[in-house]
């Protein structure tokens, strides 16, 4: 089977976060059928092995691609949109997955390197607490030494035949945020007897996006007050996002949040409850690999545009937590449009430059 069939395949029946059963299946399947060893792991995802033909397979590579899909209803007319109503493709993991399938066949064909090499591909990034974090949590690499993880993912930002490398702090760690305000609502006009909630709610959500910084990023983007012109309910719902690139602030913006939900409280005379839902952490890329990256990529033609850190978050972070990591981005064209809307559309073009600029990685590093 071919990358760009493969991929189709992937496109045509996408499936949300930790539901990727059919999708598991297919890629068992199609590994199996080219005398790749599998197994399932993290519930709904495959890891596959594949040992060198000169030995020395305690060191190990590991490339991960991720299969979930997104909650969107495709409008892109192409024979292979999306059949399973209200869900697509629209993040680019069925590339992602292409593109391992692919390095996995050639490398499997060939074996010429030393050690092992795995391929993840993992389900559940597009939702807490992340399949990656499920992936380590069953220790699959426990008896081999890792010299490194490597994952890619496509951004129509850049062209194709180009790479977007950042060496050190890449990408943001993301916790979720969940504020409930309470108290006794009541008549609007009669203001005397209630708590308001809502205005409380206000000032705590102005406070919240108030903490934003440029080493952190707070947003709130729901907010449910079930009143009415004049009626003040007696609880208020918001919830947002949070974005650092450090523990330490991470930790200091935590604290703050807790703190404005006790000066609300007492100015209002309503109860604030803060819940935060610790997400991603922050994903390192290895800065040996980053520039090791960038000379592999320029000895296959491939254009370098050196990054700057994102306040995007990928649960990738787990890995580069774990093990000398490298996560680059690889350019789909601009033509491909947003990513998590309704139209994007890579271009297949750049499989093949994701397949060379992984297959290559994974070689230098394991023919070291």
Known sequence: MESREFRRELHRHPELSFEEHRTQQFILSALRAEGIEVREIARTGVLAKIEGRRGGHKRAVVLRADIDALPI???NDVEYRSENEGVMHACGHDMHAAMLFGVLRELNGERDFEGTLFGIFQPGEELNPGGASLVLGEEPFADYTVAAVIGQHVDARLEVGQVGICPGVFMASNDELRIYVSGRGGHAARRSEINDTVTAMADMVVRTVGLNSPDGVV????L???GATNVIPDRVYAEGTMRTFDSEERERIHSL??????DVSQSYGVEVEVDISRGYPTVVNDIMLSYEAMIVATDEGIEVCEMTRQTTAEDFGY???RYPSLFFR???GREAGGSHTATFLPNEAALEVGERMMRRIALHILNK
């Open 319 to 321: 890995y580069t937590e």
């Open 73 to 75: 209803n495709e409008l």
């Open 330 to 332: 690889l350019g789909v």
């Open 219 to 222: 947003s709130v983007g729901r």
């Open 224 to 226: 449910i007050a079930e």
């Open 257 to 262: 949040l807790r703190s404005n939900a006790r």
